[in-house]
């Protein structure tokens, strides 16, 4: 934290003749209205690997622009998404979230991908994302980009059924300095800074670092359990153009961390089970570089190649995870109407985990690899009326070997006020390192002598796949108003089970086993809809919906004794959301939302509505001071629940009064 402070401070005094200016084509939104603002044409990459209309897009895909991150009031990734129809957020304690896209969810949703600028932060240990290290300096992120829906085409497997882009502003939109200062009751202090400048006529550099201290959470019996958390990070991006036609981007960033909580331990002497209280620590970082040649307005190439590292201890279990990931992408016009794009990709991660009783792995050190390839063709069959894409994407890794993930999606725009789209895709989700050499045990059965429940791996599981068919619907009737319905159909086949193996006697004990199997198979099917109405130039309206149904069974042959009821359990069959975004006058801002959530039967977890309430006053055009009270209605109800290691907690209102300045 000192060091990226002294690096903002550096910087600042290095450059105190630089203009706080921004460039001609990056407006600054926060001074537009609502109207202006809602029309603006919102664009995505992650569908087409290209810049694109979503209103244009053949894909259940939603946008949070950094105007509505700001007007959220919200510090964290993790409660932001809870803006997306569709997308369930689940808050399992102070610093854990389960969340998902289209049901099976848990701490680690394994079925959904989640990318930073490009970078995968899934981890390949456990299949899921820690939400809690996704902590970056909000003022910096230009839009979120979620798809609902399979994704492996363009990003390869564990893009099942969801892929969540977090995409940060060039560093030339980012001249000039900020600051930021916040203090609440859940969240007890929060601090940022960052400044941007010029090198040259060309390059544009940025650095920034924050810090947050969040306070625990409570238990059921209304009972501060301290699970409190804190980090603090510190990063940096430059942009520039080396030609005309080439451009480069490098950033990085570095964080560390600690939080507290209670936690299960397990063992095979008396009391067998106890919970006793962690003192975990996380720290990690990366660095990204990207090269960028734009041939012609339809032809370009980009090089990108990252590394990663994170740290991880908890509960005496140390993890560590080191990623080294390359990816080219070329995209060109081979006829005119046929814009082909292709890439390349290598991708090497190495594990580590030194575990307990509880969780180990019988190779604690392992090293594997990823290759993969795609080409999409994408053909225009009508000039801005239909057009059909069809690819796929080709991989082989050291779990499951070869994979294939074709797509084909056709999108019909009768004119410029409606577009219907259909896509049928197959995806696949992969093995966790986990899956394939874990030993964790579950529980302990008291006796003479006692019985372990453990889980192992399995080095012939393959890997779990969908056949998913989606349809939608994107139609703006009136300037003011705008609808996006999306329905779907998932077949699954393969899914993950535990299934019984013979007792055997091992280290003083009868160790009952349950091996990861492909014993289940099933159907989800829903829709959601989004909606939106401008009422007036400083007043709009936002309201989504989403129905979830599922039907999980064992395939022929399996015993699995727990995962059916679970999975199905332990999503909501219906969502809803409504908000609004209020400018009564020029210097005042009043933004309300409201979130119902069904009942999680099997995560004992009953429907909740959740209210949460901003007042924004910008009294001058640099500085703006907010106060957000969040979680109104929702005093302490239980999201999920608790995890294998983790004892859950329950969400408590809170406010959070926060200042920032831009100079």
Known sequence: MAAGLALVTALAAAAQEAPASRPADAPDLTELSLEELMNVNVEATSVARKPQRVSKSAAAVYVITSEEIRRSGLTTIPEILRHVPGLEVARVSSNTWAITSRGFNSQFSNKLLVLVDGRTVYTPLFSGVYWDVQDLLLEDVERIEVIRGPGGTLWGANAVNGVINIITRPAHETLGGLGSAGAGTEERWHAGARFGLKLGRSTALRAWSQWADHEGQYDAADTGIEDDWNQGRAGFRADGAITDASSFTLQGDAYRGGFDGPAVVRSITAPFQSIVKVDGFVSGGNVLGR?????????????????????????????????????????????????????????????????????????????????????????????????????????????TGYEYLPSARVAFTPDERQTLWASVSRAVRTPAVAEDAGIISFGVIPGAPPTVVQVQGNEELQSERVIAYEAGWRTQPWDQVS?????????????????????????????????????LYGRTWGAEVASQWNATPDWSLRAGYAFLAASIRRAPGSSDPLNEDSIEGSFPTHQAQLRSFWRPAETLELDASLYYVDRLPAQDADQYLRGDLRIGWRPTRRSELSLLVHGLLHQREREFESTFLIIGSEPEAGVLLRFTRRF
Do not use: C
Not at 308 to 337: C, H, K, M
Not at 375 to 394: C, H, M, N, W, Y
Not at 487 to 514: C, H, T
């Open 291 to 399: 090269f960028n040649h734009v041939f012609s307005a339809d032809a370009d190439l980009s090089l990108q190649a990252y590394v990663d590292s994170y740290r991880r201890d908890s509960a005496d279990i140390f993890q560590r995870v080191d990623t080294a990931d390359v990816d080219f992408e070329n995209r060109f016009r081979l006829s005119p109407g046929n814009e082909i794009t292709w890439g390349l990709g290598y991708r090497r991660f190495k594990t580590v985990l030194r575990g307990t009783f509880d969780v180990m792995l019988t190779d604690d050190h392992r090293t594997d690899d990823l290759w993969s390839a795609f080409v999409q063709d994408e053909i225009t069959i009508v000039p801005e009326r239909l057009a059909l894409t069809l690819g796929s994407k080709f991989e082989l890794n050291d779990f």
């Open 483 to 519: 609808f996006d319905l999306a329905a779907f159909l998932n077949d699954y086949s393969r899914l993950s089970s535990v299934e019984p193996g013979a007792p055997f006697f091992s280290g003083g004990a009868i160790v009952a086993p349950l091996v990861f199997g492909n014993g």
